[in-house]
């Protein structure tokens, strides 16, 4: 009998246990998306050469204080490749300072970018991935088929979808990445095309889709029966379709929805305070969704800057926030937490006071549809599988599934 | 669970504590939220304890004071002398008032101090110590502290061990917060803004402490009229701070206004204030054992030798 894989999504370099590193180098950016948490972005704040040089001379003294074994150098926005020459720059100098300090980075570091994909054929950006091509990481955001991306993702100017923008840049990205994966973001009105989203998607040849609802506090009567019905048909597409051989969705888990122990699964989610972003004024965040760009109701939650460093005071509190510590009693009982997500970021914006100690759960009935419908999606996989005698061929290679949320 | 209403008589009330009180202008709590503070106490089951200004109150607000059950905290300056034989805990902001004060061997008093001044004067503590039943020292710039400040305050805590030692050896019971808490507590026994007591300004609203008062007016947790509403009130209590709840640093003052001035979070608190409590906490395991050599002494009680002074760096072992 043929042996048949089943994809899994990747759980992201390192297995996650990468430092991670993010120059935010510019708050601009060619879209206005409308879902973008990105409250206050702008023209006006672009990194400097100056600023990330000191940024990245600060981070490499600290070579005692950040013993992590590998490390992600993040570029975000707005949109990072707007800055792609210094981009270059900063990339060339880290090379240079990591190997001649001698620092235990050099050749275990990764450039990482998210990008919207517009400029991604430009001359420039495609300079710098053939320079860089073995130490890069690169995700396109695409939400998927032209009516669900251009229901959002909008040029800023002219109020136009950038599907077409985005699309006929795909083959040359699936040609140099070719297990890259995309990020969809699912807010309210996105719910009805998750599906032929993701089939679409699929259809590009992305085989890699890592896709999440948003933390915010945005969801209507009826979203959650909605996209229970959405996440049950793509799961009989997947499967009657036999997609999940190559290709993945990271909505279905078999980890998810499992009650989970006080004691031995206590870890914060998220990996805010072990992350370090740093803004065009050369000020440190625990992470980017803690800069004042990336926030409604709060003020920005700084950390230290480029000249005086890093408070390490102000990093405790993220050092050891525990789940229950955040966590209301119901989540704590509740059934079926694993897999039920959370941002310290949106959780700092939504709470009453100023904290990180205080969990979100606007997502909570869209957890509990997503558990439902995954339940029926592994039920529906597992009696194909047994049918078709695959089952224990699976089980023996089965691998961790990790959900990205940031 | 509420225990305690900490009524701000004036806005120029004296600072027990750790912040200081910058207001100068006199902002007497009127009346009516006076009366107002005090039924609220007494619907609650609340002990109430007065923080007195500096000048003498008007006679019908003494009248409304004895109407309740409480105590009273008074500065050493405070023109008020009859005040200084009513007070049950008496404050003093400098040094040169400690040398010379009269003083009650029934009193507590609390002495506010810098590091440097408590570095350069602990010797005039031993005469102190002997003449009353309690000193709380409250240091007031904890944040401040850094590695040689460490090391000086160990030497000095020592010292200051040793004295009490000698006081019980001469049958003395001398009660000095930041050496004989630890020895006689079994539980954490920490400031409990927010969680046991709350702070009544003379605006009448509610603060978490006087600190969070001085800082900033509009930071209040409700007000005479409409009762206590603190926003995530949890995060004042122990469970729900990861790294106090596994200390056993009981004597610890865990200020919670120190925190979220250091590490932004009530709950959280800096290296600094855990290090110093640190410092006392193992030079009270250093006197308990001295003292024991000279006899049997609480047998019940054990303080172990630890070898971390910030239970934060142990946080992988919990
Ligand atoms: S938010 Fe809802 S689904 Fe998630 S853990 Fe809490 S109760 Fe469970
Ligand atoms: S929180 Fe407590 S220990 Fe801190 S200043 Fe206020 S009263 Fe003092
Ligand atoms: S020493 Fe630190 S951890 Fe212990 S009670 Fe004090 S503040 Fe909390």
């Known amino acids: 009998m043929e042996k048949e894989a089943i994809k899994k999504n990747d759980t992201g370099w390192k297995n996650g246990m990468a430092k991670n590193i993010t120059f935010i180098v510019t708050k601009d950016c060619q879209l206005a998306c409308k879902y973008c948490y990105l409250v206050g972005k702008n023209e006006k704040e672009r990194m400097s050469w100056e600023v990330a040089k000191m940024a990245i001379d600060y981070i490499l003294d600290q070579e005692d204080d950040m013993q992590e074994e590998s490390v992600v150098w993040d570029f975000i926005g707005g949109e990072p490749f707007l800055e792609i020459e210094l981009i270059d720059k900063i990339c060339d100098y880290l090379k240079i300072e990591m190997f001649q300090r001698n620092h235990h ?87 009805p095309y998750i599906k032929e989203s993701v089939l679409h998607l699929y259809s590009l040849g992305i085989k890699e889709i890592n896709i999440n609802v948003v933390f915010e506090n945005v969801w209507k009567e009826g979203d959650d029966k909605l996209f229970e019905e959405q996440l049950m048909s793509l799961a009989d597409a997947i499967i009657d379709e036999g997609y999940y051989k190559d290709y993945a969705c990271s909505f279905y888990s078999e980890n998810i929805g499992k009650p989970l122990d006080p004691i031995l699964e206590n870890t914060n989610w998220c990996g805010a305070g072990r992350m370090l972003a740093v803004d065009a004024n050369g000020i440190f965040y625990p992470c980017t969704r803690f800069a004042q760009y990336s926030l409604r109701d709060k003020k920005a939650w700084t950390i230290g800057n480029v000249n005086d460093g890093i408070d390490k005071n102000r990093l405790r509190p993220f050092l050891v926030l525990d789940r229950l510590s955040q966590s209301k009693q119901e989540c704590i009982d509740c059934e079926i937490a694993s897999g039920c997500a959370w941002c310290q970021g949106e959780n700092y914006d939504a709470a009453e006071s100023n904290t990180i100690f205080q969990r979100s759960t606007a997502i909570c009935k869209m957890h509990k549809a997503r558990v439902r419908a995954n339940n029926y999606y592994w039920n529906k996989l597992y009696r194909k599988l047994e049918l078709e005698g695959q089952r224990e061929e699976y089980e023996k290679n089965k691998k961790e599934v990790k959900q990205e949320i940031c | 669970m509420l225990q305690y209403l900490i009524i701000l008589l004036d806005d120029t009330s004296t600072s027990y504590c750790h912040y200081e009180n910058p207001k100068k202008d006199a902002g007497l709590i009127p009346l009516n939220i006076l009366k107002a503070g005090i039924r609220f106490g007494m619907v609650e089951n609340l002990m109430i304890q007065f923080v007195y200004p500096d000048y003498e109150l008007p006679g019908e607000y003494k009248e409304a004071i004895e109407s309740i059950d409480h105590s009273k905290i008074v500065s050493s300056l405070c023109n008020d002398k009859s005040l200084a034989d009513e007070a049950d805990v008496i404050v003093f902001h400098d040094w040169s008032g400690i040398s010379y004060a009269m003083t009650f061997p029934d009193k507590s008093y609390v002495l506010r101090t810098t590091k440097a001044k408590l570095f350069e004067r602990y010797l005039f503590l031993k005469e102190f110590l002997s003449k009353v039943a309690r000193l709380n020292i409250v240091i007031t710039d904890i944040e401040t502290f850094d590695d040689g400040d460490y090391e000086q305050y160990k030497l000095i805590l020592h010292t200051l061990s040793e004295n009490i030692e000698k006081m019980y050896v001469d049958g003395l019971a001398p009660q000095l917060n930041l050496l004989t808490d630890r020895i006689m507590l079994k539980e954490m026994n920490n400031c409990g803004a927010g969680d046991t007591n709350i702070t009544l300004a003379p605006n009448g609203k509610f603060y978490i402490c006087h600190a969070f008062y001085i800082e900033n007016e509009d930071d209040c947790i409700g007000d005479v009229k409409r009762g206590l509403d603190i926003k995530n009130k949890q995060l004042y209590k122990l469970k729900y701070s990861p790294i106090c709840s596994h200390c056993d640093a009981y004597q610890c003052k865990r200020c919670v206004w120190l925190n979220r001035k250091t ?51 142990k946080r992988k072992e919990w």
């Not at chain 1, 400029?119 to 009516?147: A, C, M, P």
């Not at chain 1, 229901?151 to 297990?179: A, C, D, M």
């Not at chain 2, 640190?278 to 054990?302: A, D, Q, V, Y």
């Open chain 1, 105 to 191: 980075w050099f050749n275990s570091y990764r450039f990482s970018f998210s990008t919207n994909g517009i400029n991604y054929d430009s001359e420039k950006v495609q300079e710098f991935i053939r320079k860089n091509r073995d130490h890069l990481s690169i995700g396109i955001t695409i939400d998927g088929t032209e009516v669900k991306h251009d229901l959002n993702r909008i040029y800023k100017v002219t109020g136009k979808g950038s599907y077409k923008s985005v699309v006929r840049n795909i083959p040359l990205w699936l040609e140099q990445f070719p297990y890259g994966g995309t990020k969809v973001t699912i807010s309210s009105p996105d719910i």
């Open chain 2, 263 to 313: 590490t932004l979070e009530v709950n959280t608190p800096s290296h600094e204030q855990c290090v110093v409590a640190h410092l006392e906490r193992n030079s009270s395991c250093e006197l308990l054992k001295s003292i024991r050599k000279h006899g049997k002494f609480l047998p019940e009680t054990e303080i172990q030798e630890i070898d971390y002074l910030d239970p934060f760096d």
